[in-house]
């Protein structure tokens, strides 16, 4: 299983970036999908998530109304819109995929991208 983020890089405040993940070596359409990040000293934070079949998403209070998040399980892909970008958004942002199967939970992770909110 493989998960690949991309998209990451450095934006101005106000500014927008699209995160995408393509995921590889799994069900895709079987998967819920989440987008965490980790600021430096900080703890993983969960930011969105979307159910398998896309009709479901949430999202951490501080992300709602500048985030979305989307998936096309045509292409294995889950994305990330950020708007209105805030420099307490800077983080590396991951990518992960989940889903039980006979009882078992199973979790992978991307790599992470940078994700960089500066003047």
Partial sequence: VQLVES?????????????????????????????????????????????????????????KGRFTISRDNAKNTVYLQMNSLKPEDTAVYYCNAQTAYSGTLLNYWGQGTQVTVSS
């Fill in 7 to 63: 998209g990451g890089g450095l934006v101005q405040p106000g500014g927008s970036l699209r995160l995408s993940c393509v995921a590889s070596g799994l069900t895709f359409s079987r998967y819920a999908m989440k987008w965490y990040r980790q600021a430096p000293g900080k703890e993983r934070e969960l930011v969105a998530v979307i159910n398998s079949a896309g009709g479901s998403v949430n999202y951490v209070d501080s992300t």
